[in-house]
């Protein structure tokens, strides 16, 4: 059993078939619909993802929580936040990334450097749900990402910018010192 997100890739179609809590993207895919526990069962070839009970938590100004993007536009990214890191613990919030708490410099689309399926890591800004993000610092920013293209993942080449191996596109984003997956 694994701790999945939503969006999270859990199996291609041809793996399994979803009985719960998942579906398959129209690309090949079987993703995750909700916060739960994936369970793959190669044998009967079906996954099942199993929900986590709620838990309320209130975050605490300051610190740092990890999220997967649901939604974006060019002004505001909506940010379902699944871990903090202070408190070592699973949470289940709705946070806000504002397009003024990118970057210092400005910026004319949030889309550029946040997109779906990204998982961030950010800081916490205030103290009562929804809660408001900033992603300015270095060891903030996305940790993984998906290619806008394929949906395959996508890698940080050495000159900076992310490349899907799958179809070779180029994107680029506000990354986090610690980018997880790294061209070699
Ligand atoms: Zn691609």
């Given at each position: 059993m694994s701790f999945v997100v939503p969006?999270?890739?859990?199996?291609t179609e041809e793996e399994a078939i979803p009985i719960r809590g998942a579906y398959i993207d129209g690309k090949g895919y079987i993703r995750s619909t909700i916060i739960g526990l994936a369970t793959l069962d190669r044998y009967k070839k079906n996954i099942d993802v199993k929900p986590l009970v709620k838990r309320e938590l209130t975050l605490k100004p300051n610190s740092i929580v990890e999220g997967l993007v649901t939604s974006a536009s060019d002004e505001v990214a909506i940010v379902k936040i699944y871990?903090?890191?202070?408190?070592n613990t699973r949470v289940e919030a709705v946070g806000l990334l504002h397009i003024?708490?990118?970057?210092s410099e400005y910026i004319t689309s949030l889309l550029d450097y946040v997109r779906p399926g990204d998982i961030v890591k950010a800081r916490v800004l205030?103290?009562?749900?929804?809660y408001l993000l900033s992603i300015?610092?270095?060891?903030?920013?996305?940790?993984t990402a998906q290619c806008s293209n394929c949906g395959g993942t996508l890698y940080l080449h050495q000159a900076g910018y992310l490349v899907c191996k799958s179809c070779g596109r180029q994107e680029k984003r506000k990354l986090a010192?610690?980018?997880?997956y790294v061209l070699r």
């Open positions: 969006g999270e890739v859990l199996a871990s903090t890191q202070d408190q003024s708490q990118i970057t205030n103290s009562t749900p929804p300015k610092e270095p060891s903030t920013g996305v940790l010192v610690g980018y997880l």
